[in-house]
Structure formats: C-alpha cells, structure tokens
C-alpha cells in the first residue's frame, strides 16, 4: 500500500475534506510564492507532513464508494 501524502489544495471543490492545517494545506489565492511557502512548510516539518497526511487519508475515506453508498442505502431504507 502506498503511504499517504498531505495535500496541498486551493479550496475550489475542496471544502468538504480539506482542512487547512488538519487535513491539508490550503492556499486561498493562486500565487506561486504562497503555494511554495506551503510546501516548503510540509518538506521541513515531517510532524505536520505525517500528521496531515494521516488526517487527510482518513477525511478522504469518508467519500470513498463504498461508504457513499452505504449511507445512500440507509437514507432510502428511512424513507420507506
């Protein structure tokens, strides 16, 4: 299995999983000095790294298939 890897994200179509500074570093504006200061922050902090890495794999399990459709399932199974 792969490692995970933390996210470096702007917040178009992110918002629901990530998190800035939990689940991934987010830039607001696309600049390039910003996106790299954000990176440089992940190359020389291995905790932050590992630990939004670690965060973020989990957030993202949340909107994998299987659980999308499992709480599809139990949504329609309330409605009946």
Known sequence: ????????CSPSGT??????????L????????LIAK?????IEDRDLRERIAER???KIQEYAWSNL???????FMNLL
């Open 1 to 8: 299995m792969l490692k995970p890897w933390p996210a470096k």
């Open 15 to 24: 918002r629901d999983f990530a998190i800035d500074g939990e689940t991934a």
């Open 26 to 33: 987010v830039f607001r504006f696309r600049c390039p000095f």
């Open 38 to 42: 954000k990176i440089k922050r992940l």
């Open 56 to 58: 973020g794999y989990r």
């Open 69 to 75: 459709v499992d709480k599809l399932e139990k949504e």
